[in-house]
């Protein structure tokens, strides 16, 4: 489907997305254990607030691969939408989880250092895990690159436009996440490097400051972007006038008077529709109608997976009869 990001290949979507949100985990983990043994042995505030950044990490990717393995269970009767809008409350949970657990910590961390000062060990092995990290945290990041850029150019839409409007919040943390760590990694490093050569702990401060003032920054574009598919998000513009152009094609519809999209899931999206019918079309025609209209609309849009269309009188109907011309 071509014109929007904020569609996705409902066959090859979510396993990307898994794979991408694993490769992300198991390189923090390893990531945050030895930032933080480096950082206890350097004394770097800096260093620990790497450590915190990549626990927090960690988290977030925990919470986003359960997500993705909520979010794909099947409609039921309780759910009778299923269950896809799930998977931004917990990456919304994992934004959270950024904020409390990576930000929060680097800015005390670096007032902390500020008031108080700290003593600076030898930084060789905190420069090793630095460059270490700074590997793994870019293969991390290259998985979710190449994601993006093949879904965007699936869609033939640019890689910017496809990460701001993707509803795969999973793979848009993950990139925003590793981008952020190297990031840090950068300050860190350059906070260790002034530390040693001036003497002063101001400059690692300066670097847990900057570090947590990023990670604000991360939490909250994504805290956003999962808010907005909670609230209700609909198909791009482009997208919702192929839908009427669809609908109206069909045989027996005259035209749509209100139409409504709602984006439900990476793959998953609902249309509903007021919808005038011919005036001499018989119950059958319009069943038929209907259905003709469903199955055009899941052809063309494999997103859609609800259609409700409600047969509406037209304007021109409606006034004949007295009542309110808009319905």
């Known amino acids: 489907m071509a014109d929007t990001g904020d569609t996705a290949d409902a066959k090859n979507g979510g396993g990307d997305s898994t794979f991408t949100v694993l490769v992300a985990a198991f390189a923090n983990l390893g990531i945050a254990v030895a930032k933080a043994v480096a950082g206890v042995i350097s004394g770097s505030s800096a260093m620990l607030s790497e450590a915190a950044h990549s626990v927090a990490d960690t988290v977030t990717e925990v919470l986003l691969l359960t997500s993705l393995k909520r979010s ?4 039921d009767e309780d759910h009778p939408l299923g269950h896809g809008p799930e998977r931004y409350v917990w990456a919304l949970l994992a934004a959270v989880a950024t904020f409390v657990g990576g930000a929060v910590f680097s800015l005390y961390d670096g007032i902390h250092t500020l008031t108080h000062g700290e003593d600076l060990g030898d930084p060789l092995v905190s420069y090793i895990v630095l460059a270490v990290a700074f590997v793994l945290e870019g293969y991390s990041l290259r998985t979710g690159l190449r994601q993006v850029r093949g879904e965007a ?12 409007r993707t509803p795969d919040t999973a793979v848009k943390a993950v ?4 981008s952020a760590a190297l990031a ?3 300050l860190a490093a350059g906070g260790l490097l002034g530390g040693q050569l001036t003497g002063s702990g101001v400059w690692d401060a300066v670097a847990s400051l900057c570090i947590g003032a990023l990670l604000l920054y991360v939490a909250w574009v994504l805290g956003r972007s999962n808010v907005e598919f909670l609230v209700g998000r609909p198909l791009p513009r482009t997208v919702r006038d192929r839908i009427r152009a669809e609908l109206v094609a069909v045989e027996h519809i005259e035209a749509v008077l209100e139409l409504t999209t709602l984006v439900q899931g990476p793959s998953e999206a609902l249309v509903a ?7 001499v079309s018989t119950a059958a025609q319009i069943e038929w109608a209907c259905e003709r209209a469903e199955q055009r609309l899941r052809e063309e849009f494999p997103i859609v997976r609800r259609v409700y269309l409600d047969p509406t009188p037209g304007f021109a109907q409606r006034r004949s009869e007295g009542l ?4």
């Open 72 to 75: 794909v269970r099947p409609a």
């Open 153 to 164: 150019a699936h869609h033939r839409v640019s890689f910017g436009r496809y990460l701001r």
């Open 175 to 178: 990139v925003m996440e590793d």
């Open 184 to 186: 840090g990694l950068l």
């Open 273 to 279: 529709a007021k919808v005038d019918f011919r005036d």
């Open 324 to 327: 309110n011309p808009w319905p």
